[in-house]
């Protein structure tokens, strides 16, 4: 019995039946693995389709949580930077709307929440206008230091947004800090304005950065 016993296991035949139930459970656990669904939640910036010419978009949701579900496979690699979170402006006048949101999902991709599923979208006439450029440093400037022929280029630019913010804005500021003036002769730098330019994110400028020589 026992050397029956071992001359099947050392056996051709048993070997290659061996070989191919080990391969069969690792093909099933690879399958298994792939096709499993997983849930996942993404959180995207939301895009804006079919602006109305000549209109500023405010809104205090600028992103969305997406849960999705796919399989293991699917969701790895680059088919997350695919996704994308789309409001439909299309008609609309001046004002506020409520507007719902759309995901834009890759093949193989389960929508399951979108939160919020809808968003309000304010609208307003934009304009432009010209203001001059000044320099603030910022914290002020050490005692028995003092600026001398500042050159801006350029020394004004162009503000374009809703009217009511634009109302607000008379000149924009370069803020230097005394570290940067000491270090380099030339500064290039983003305009602002107000103490809180976070307030006025619906207004552009342009140009985007002015050098200060």
Known sequence: ???SLDSLLSSRTFLKVVSVIVAFLVWYYVAAERTTEVVRTVTLPVEYLNVPADMSISSDIRNVDVQIA???????????????????????????HVRPVR????SGVRLIDIKPSNIEVRLARTSAKEVPVKVQVEGGLP????????????????????????EEIERV?????????????SITLRPTWGENPEDFMDVTVDPAEVQMD
């Open 143 to 166: 005692p028995g230091y003092r600026l001398e022929n500042v050159r801006l280029m350029p020394e004004t630019v162009v503000i374009k947004g809703p009217d009511s913010k634009l």
């Open 173 to 185: 500021f370069l803020r230097p800090t005394v570290d940067e003036l000491l270090e380099s002769e």
């Open 1 to 3: 019995m026992i050397k």
């Open 70 to 96: 796919a399989p293991r496979d699917v969701l790895s690699g680059k088919s997350l930077e695919s996704i994308a979170c789309q409001v439909d402006l299309k008609g609309l006048e001046t004002g506020r």
């Open 103 to 106: 995901a834009i999902l890759p």
